[in-house]
């Protein structure tokens, strides 16, 4: 029940063997994408994003490890998203842009959800849409597609049948018996496949640490029609995007109490109306204003449904919080976090709550209230599963590496061998044949970074030269030299940017600096570069001692 940090290169693929890469996912919450081979051919299991947390400075996505794929573009059969969250679709243009044809299958609104994304970056997919039911043979794969229940609605697990086995990979999924929709995970498919034989059973982890079952969304409505009934001034709701079900509850609750709902933020505008389009969102007649108009509503006739739940800084909510938003907040207005916080943003929405806060608002969060119920299964809900399906292995996916171990435990309660239960990162290799799993090695794996139009440019390196630059600031050394004496002809001139000391603290390593130079110079040590060492060990050593700092140092050695 080891985790494997240091694994060998994977060998070759054996034939008739399945391989299982996960390119994100695992030991994370986000980017998901699973990476299936046999035979030379590649099935990909979704392809979502990463957040950036706050020591990824400047870094607006990450993405999986796609420099797996470059040399194989052409052995993709195909991409299954198994719903429209980002966190699962977010990756799939970058995905196009290195091949762009490559098929795309998934349920009907998670491929709109997915189409408006492509048209912002001008990618036209090829798509099937796909349903509950369905069975759709990419070559080696055969895929049958079943219904999940999700915090999104069209939400699709996987069952793969193969030469070399089968593979049930449940995507997102929880077991509400009362959902909005009327939608519930088809626990029936799932003994079947049971009786049919799961090879590899790959299952949501998210919650798997939370005993018991996830609480109904149903039963959110008491609470927000509490809340909107004792809300005197404007409301304003924030959720992700794409979470149709929390945006189908406030607006029932806002139709109910006499307010008309406002979209805010540019993905919640396109993501309910294409909801709406497709009969995903129902939308009561007038309900909906313009932003614009809303504005200049009674406060107590108006929703604001808007984005930035978990701090993004240029959500909408965000700007609202820093007074730089067309929708003003303040004194008299109740604003609810209707979402999860996701593990690393914690900082950031909490400075959030602060300046809404601080502008005079009531901010209502999950600690407070029951604002939100997860769309994810808890521990009671995959022990129904695990028995139903008596799965032959088991590789517990999506989710922190705590989330990863209380999900194999569980397996392993419900008698799943523990050397039947494969525990993975990103880039370990798992391989199956004749109904047994195991982890044969691993690849290398690197976070790919978006950074403004740049995708993978941006290095570990690189974001820690910026996180020195943010934390500690830079110190700049100018020198000019006689090439041919090894003389200080200017300088040396020091500037910092970033400390709190003036420029002038440095005089007093001047002389100590200038006789360093011109020594490394006398004895031989003329090349730019060692002299440029120089200057950073004696300009290093006396803010570290003196200063308690630790800067980046930029060393210039000017030849006259």
Do not use: W
């Not at 429209?84 to 491929?111: C, N, Y």
């Not at 604002?371 to 299964?377: I, K, L, Q, T």
């Not at 440019?457 to 006689?482: C, P, Q, W």
Request: charged share 25%; glycine share 10%; proline share 5%.
């Amino acid at each position: 029940m080891n985790f494997h940090p240091e694994l060998p290169t994977p060998p070759p693929l054996a034939p008739d063997t399945l391989r299982m890469v996960a390119l994100g996912g695992l030991g994370e919450v986000g980017r998901n994408m699973h990476v299936v081979e046999l035979n030379g051919r590649l099935l990909i299991i979704d392809c979502g994003v990463l957040f950036p947390e706050e020591n990824q400075p400047g870094v607006d996505l990450v993405l999986p490890d796609l420099s797996y794929l470059e040399d194989r573009l052409d052995d993709i059969e195909g991409v299954v998203l198994t719903h429209g969250h980002e966190d699962h679709i977010g990756a799939v243009p970058f995905l196009l842009r290195m091949r762009q044809d490559i098929p795309i299958l998934g349920s009907q609104l998670t491929l709109a959800f997915l189409e408006a994304k492509l048209a912002e970056h001008r990618i036209k997919p090829v798509t099937l849409a796909v349903k509950e039911g369905q069975r759709e043979k990419l070559n080696a794969f055969d895929l049958e597609f079943v219904a999940v229940n999700h915090s999104i609605p069209d939400g699709l697990a996987v069952f793969v049948r193969t030469s070399a086995g089968t593979l049930l990979n449940t995507g997102d999924f929880k077991m509400d018996q009362l959902p909005l929709d009327g939608r519930i995970t088809d626990l029936r498919s799932f003994a079947r496949f049971g009786e049919e034989g799961v090879d590899l059973f790959q299952v949501d982890s998210t919650n798997a640490e939370n005993p018991g079952f996830t609480t109904s969304e149903v039963e959110i409505a008491p609470t927000l029609d509490r809340l909107f009934g004792n809300a005197t001034g404007r409301v304003v709701v924030a959720s992700f995007a794409s979470h149709v079900h929390r945006v189908q509850q406030v607006i029932d609750t806002a139709h109910r109490h006499g307010r008309r709902v406002a979209f805010v933020g540019r993905s919640m505008v396109r993501n309910m109306t294409i909801a709406a389009e497709m009969g995903y969102l129902t939308v009561p007649d007038g309900i909906l204003v313009d932003p614009k108009k809303a504005d200049q509503m009674p406060p107590e006739k108006v929703v604001f449904m808007s984005t930035g739940s978990q701090g993004e800084p240029m959500a909408a909510l965000s700007r609202m919080a820093n007074g730089d938003h067309k929708v003003e907040v303040g004194k008299g207005d109740l604003v609810i976090l209707a979402s999860s916080l996701i593990p690393g943003n914690e900082n950031a929405v909490f400075r959030v709550i602060n300046g809404l806060m601080r502008r005079g608002a009531t901010v209502i969060h999950q600690g407070a209230a029951r604002v939100h119920v997860s769309g994810h299964a808890s521990a009671g809900e995959l022990l129904y599963c695990y028995n139903i399906i008596r799965p032959k292995n088991v590789m517990p996916i999506h989710g922190e590496v705590r989330h990863l171990q209380a999900n194999g435990n569980l397996a392993i309660k419900t008698g799943v061998p523990p050397e039947r239960v494969m525990f993975a990162e990103n880039g370990v290799v798992i391989d199956m044949k004749n109904g047994k799993a195991n982890v044969v090695g691993a690849i290398e794996y690197h976070n790919m970074y978006v950074d403004g139009s740049s995708v993978g440019e941006v290095t570990e390196s690189e974001l820690k030269d910026r996180r020195i630059l943010a934390d500690e600031g830079f110190v700049s050394v100018f020198v000019v030299m006689d090439a041919s004496n090894g003389r200080v002809l200017s300088g040396p001139d020091i500037h910092a940017r970033g400390i709190a000391e003036g420029d002038g603290v440095f005089d007093a390593i001047m002389p100590e600096l200038k006789k360093a130079l011109e020594e490394a110079a006398k004895s031989g040590s003329v090349d730019n570069h060692q002299l440029q060492q120089v200057m950073r060990r004696v300009v290093g050593r006396f803010v570290g001692t003196k200063l308690r700092r630790r800067p980046m140092i930029i060393p210039i050695v000017i030849d006259a």
